[in-house]
């Protein structure tokens, strides 16, 4: 039953436009809340709240860094459903125009601080 129910939830998790953009950005690096803001220009609670949809589905983990907390793909707890479908994410065509955007941002994207607003 266990198995059902972590299939469901990487499916949900998967079936948002936000979540796989997210995900796309944290297969080229790691992540504090802030960068993901600004690569995706998106609010914090947004982001705040589909970080925790992708780690609640076993995607990312995050861990403390200093003063943040950074996310990353979880390659080594991840249920084995989020890691072949994170695959799929990873290898979705390069010439898209909102991922490519995304990637370009997130190059520019900076560490702001806790009180990161939009």
Known sequence: MKTMQDLIKTFKALSDETRL??????????????????????SQSRASRNLG?????????ARRDGIWIVYSIDRK?????ALSLAGLVENSPPNDKVLA???????RSKRIGPGCTK
């Open 21 to 42: 953009r997210i995900l796309n950005i944290l297969m080229e690096r790691e992540c504090c809340v802030c960068e993901v803001m600004q690569a995706l220009d998106i």
């Open 53 to 61: 949809i992708l780690e609640e589905a076993g995607f990312v983990k």
């Open 101 to 107: 955007q995304d990637r370009e941002r997130l190059k």
């Open 77 to 81: 707890t991840a249920n084995r459903y």
